[in-house]
């Protein structure tokens, strides 16, 4: 589904970001990307979403590069997947439902009553059937990332999801909510995931891989059991 070949990527002012990073991630299964602030994580997701131009390398979903795309097929690459900012990123001016429906209004030739219906299925599947009329305000912390993955899946039906940082700032028990929800969309509906988080309780809970970045250079990629099980000093002192 994903393939990065050899990318490399650095900012105008010639400070490299990202060093001949390769990484698969097969249809239906999550890769967590882990490491410290800086390490490039951030930058990977930029690539993939076509935000920011690689100087070299190649980025492929479904076997199509799209690094040289222009921005109109990139709009179309963009549609198949779902993104889930930090603190969900409602607009807090919109009812629940209307946040949902956002991305509908903008791109889908939909009537009030299969946009409200399609809506209602989605905030039923994350457990908020109830909210729609309720505004960001009124909701915890949780309840606005559950509203954000309703919102990333109910346009285009994605088959790429994408969780910045989606457990920040919750508490244990509600990052535990958070990550059941992720794996439970990533299962039932086959989507391929990346997920970056700080946390190794969360990688360790939906992630079947893990990738550790390092001065923007991947430094392991494997499972999380042979994360943990690794002897290697940077490692140990990461997962300590």
């Known amino acids: ?13 010639e400070t490299q970001i990202l060093h001949d990073v390769t990484l698969q991630i097969p249809n239906c299964s999550t890769l967590a990307l882990l490491g410290a602030s800086g390490s490039g994580k951030s930058t990977l997701f930029h690539v993939l979403l076509g935000l920011l131009k690689p100087q070299s ?6 076997d199509m590069d799209i690094v040289p795309l222009k921005e109109r097929k990139l709009t179309e690459v963009r549609r198949r997947m779902g993104v ?9 001016s919109l009812t629940v439902g209307e946040n949902v429906s956002f991305h509908m209004r903008e791109c889908m030739d939909l009537s009030e009553e299969e946009m409200e219906a399609r809506v209602q299925e989605g905030l039923d599947y994350v457990g908020l059937g109830h909210a729609m009329d309720m505004m960001p305000g009124e909701l915890s912390g949780g309840m606005r990332r559950r509203v954000a993955v309703a919102r990333a899946m109910a346009a285009f039906q994605p088959a790429i999801m994408l969780y910045d940082e989606p457990t920040s700032g919750l508490d ?14 990533s299962t039932e509906e ?3 995931s990346i997920i970056i988080t700080h946390r190794l309780k969360d990688a360790f809970k939906v992630a079947d891989r893990v990738a550790l970045f390092k001065d923007g250079r991947v430094y392991y990629e494997g499972t999380p059991e042979s994360l943990m099980d690794s002897d290697d000093e940077y490692i140990q002192r990461f997962v300590a």
């Open 1 to 13: 589904m994903i393939r990065f070949e050899q990318v490399n990527f650095s900012y105008e002012d």
């Open 190 to 192: 086959c989507l391929t």
């Open 172 to 185: 244990p028990i509600t990052a535990d909510t958070i990550c059941d929800l992720i794996r439970k969309v």
């Open 57 to 62: 390398g190649r980025v492929l979903v479904d």
């Open 84 to 92: 889930v900012f930090q603190d969900g990123a409602l607009f807090d």
